[in-house]
């Protein structure tokens, strides 16, 4: 019981361990992932922030150019200053050199550089009007008969710019996203209609232009916290520096894998208490088991006193079946030779006859050789039937041509959808056996072949001749491309009576007398088979040097 006990706390450890280390790698896996988004759509807004920045200094740029463009050169009168400030099309207003007192402390400071610099527009500073918007100051030092007259003041409307810069108007952002453009000081100078009183820091620049910060913004009266993804640029123009900020709402961007994250944590944690269900069952299944140890143990007993009377019983029925099959092939062999009796006077009278042998001297010698072949398989029957008692006779014969005759008798019974193949050597080489039993050989192994290939289309190769890897042995090589024989029963192929043919097809004696024949004759047997390519018998035969057959 105490070594029960342990071996429970040590599975119970484990699982704990395992669990905590799949959790470790989840949530690595997570802020991986997580990072890897963050990262992505840093990049995508680091880049539309470079592009939109450059589009806007370009646009401001031109602004300048239009107003130094019609507010340049030697002008006749103030009437002509007056027209040439329509050209700008925006709302600027001239201010003569002599009503510079009164002016205000930045438009006397912005007149002074204009009247330093008369071939430059001098840009800034920017204000917030009443009616709600900032504006942009332009001021440029204009010249009545090459004399300095004064100065003129363009207000550019930076909500104007925002709307009429389509990079910026019209941006299409995901996750809520929007685009805004501030001073250096912070101030949100451009934010169309995305944003209302929304403020935010980018102090502590971290070097790649994109930043995850806090903002807060006033919703109906409650100011409300939330986590920006910004990706800045820096526009200047003139001196003046603009600070262009693409923002997009952080959780909305995460929210996706945050969602995933939450729905594996609830399959984890169903996970968790199936587990949980399953060891406890599997803990009163071990001690359901440890209740019945002793009777199992007792009934073990009762088993294998059982099974060796089971195996007793088949040893029996071996012993039977063998003992039947002895008998049955012994009476088979007497029937057949029976039969066979007035085959063999016919074949003899036919033989002797001489019209047979004018018009059909070969078909006669066939079927004289098929007689006395089926001769020497009613006495291989019969000594079969004798369990090796009867005297095998052992006769040295020419193997080429038991090959060549045993072939020319297989092509006969080939059906049509069978293409056979053979490559027979023209040499003759003698091997010692029983006559004969080369032919019950290819025969069997020959109906082996059609049987594998079926009703389908498919070819038998036959091959005799010296062997490439032994001088001293013939080879013969039996080839289809059937079905191939599978590797669990290729080892049992040799056993008497193993058959995987339907009843009545086959009784499973073919290859063991196959290999059995070819045992006589000093020779060994191998197979080669790949289901669904097809089987290769290969017959290695000791040759004999003679000059008689």
């Given at each position: ?37 963050v ?22 740029k031109a ?17 002509d200053?007056q027209?040439n ?10 201010i003569p050199?002599?009503?510079?007192a009164a002016?205000k ?12 610099r008369?071939?430059?527009?001098i ?19 204009v010249y ?26 019209n ?13 250096a ?7 169309g209609?995305?944003?209302e009183?929304?403020e ?8 790649d ?10 919703q109906?009266?409650?100011?409300e ?41 609830m ?29 199992l ?5 009762l088993?294998e006193?059982n ?9 029996m ?25 007035p ?21 006669a010698?066939e ?5 006395s072949?089926c001769e020497?398989?009613a006495?291989q ?28 008798m ?9 293409k ?18 080369l ?8 109906t ?9 289309c498919?070819k ?5 001749g ?24 290729r080892?049992?192929?040799f ?10 097809e086959g ?7 196959v290999?059995?024949?070819t ?12 289901t669904?390519?097809?089987?290769t ?13």
């Amino acid at each position: 019981m105490k070594k029960g006990k342990k071996t429970r706390r040590t599975r119970i450890g484990i699982t704990a361990a395992v669990t905590a280390l799949i959790l470790l790698i989840a949530f690595f896996c997570y802020q991986t992932v997580k990072k890897t988004i963050v990262n992505n759509e840093k990049e995508s807004m680091a880049g539309i922030a470079r592009v939109s920045a450059h589009s806007l200094e370009t646009s401001l740029k031109a602004k300048s150019n239009l107003v130094y463009a019609a507010l340049s050169g030697d002008m006749d009168n103030e009437e002509d200053i007056q027209q040439n400030m329509l050209k700008t099309g925006e709302k600027s207003r001239y201010i003569p050199e002599d009503k510079m007192a009164a002016l205000k402390k930045w438009e006397k400071e912005a007149c002074k550089e204009a009247g330093i610099r008369p071939g430059e527009v001098i840009a800034g500073p920017v204000f917030h009007q009443e009616e709600g918007y900032y504006a942009l100051y332009l001021t440029k030092a204009v010249y009545i008969d090459r004399s300095l007259a004064g100065y003129v003041q363009v207000e550019l409307n930076l909500d104007d710019i925002y709307e009429e810069e389509q990079a910026l108007s019209n941006l299409k952002l995901g996750n809520q996203g929007y685009c805004v453009v501030k001073e250096a000081d912070g101030t949100t100078v451009m934010s169309g209609e995305h944003v209302e009183a929304e403020e935010f820091s980018l102090a502590g620049d971290e070097g790649d232009g994109c930043r995850i910060v806090w903002s807060y913004q006033v919703q109906q009266g409650t100011p409300e916290r939330t986590r920006k993804l910004v990706a800045y640029d820096t526009a200047e123009f003139a001196g003046e520096k603009f600070i262009l900020c693409i923002i997009e709402n952080y959780d909305s961007i995460v929210e996706p894998i945050d969602r995933i994250a939450l729905y594996l944590a609830m399959l984890g944690l169903a996970l968790l208490v199936w587990l949980g269900i399953f060891l406890c069952r599997m803990a009163e299944q071990h001690r359901e088991e440890e209740k019945l140890k002793m009777e199992l143990q007792h009934e073990k007993e009762l088993n294998e006193a059982n099974k060796a009377l089971e195996n007793q019983e088949n040893l029996m029925q071996k012993y039977n079946h063998s003992k039947t099959m002895t008998v049955l092939s012994g009476a088979i062999a007497h029937e057949f030779n029976n039969l066979m009796t007035p085959i063999v006077l016919y074949s003899e009278l036919l033989c002797e006859n001489e019209e047979v042998q004018k018009e059909m001297a070969q078909e006669a010698k066939e079927m004289s050789d098929a007689v006395s072949r089926c001769e020497v398989l009613a006495r291989q029957l019969l000594e079969y039937s004798r369990q090796g008692r009867a005297k095998k006779v052992m006769t040295v014969y020419n193997a080429t041509f038991a090959v060549e005759s045993s072939v020319r008798m297989v092509e006969r019974l080939i059906p049509t959808n069978i293409k056979i193949q053979t490559s027979i050597c023209k040499t003759k080489y003698y091997i010692k056996g029983q006559i004969g039993a080369l032919n019950q050989i290819i025969l069997n192994l020959v109906t082996n072949a059609m049987n594998a290939i079926g009703e389908k289309c498919g070819k038998i190769q036959i091959q005799f001749g010296l062997s490439t890897q032994d001088e001293r042995m013939v080879r013969l090589v039996v080839e289809d491309d059937g079905g191939g024989i599978p590797e669990e029963i290729r080892q049992r192929i040799f056993e008497p009576f193993f058959t995987t043919k339907e009843e009545n097809e086959g009784n499973g004696i073919g290859l063991t007398v196959v290999k059995r024949l070819t045992e006589e004759h000093g020779g060994v047997i191998r197979v080669k088979s790949q289901t669904g390519k097809g089987t290769t018998f290969i017959l290695d035969f000791p040759w004999i040097e003679s000059s008689h057959e």
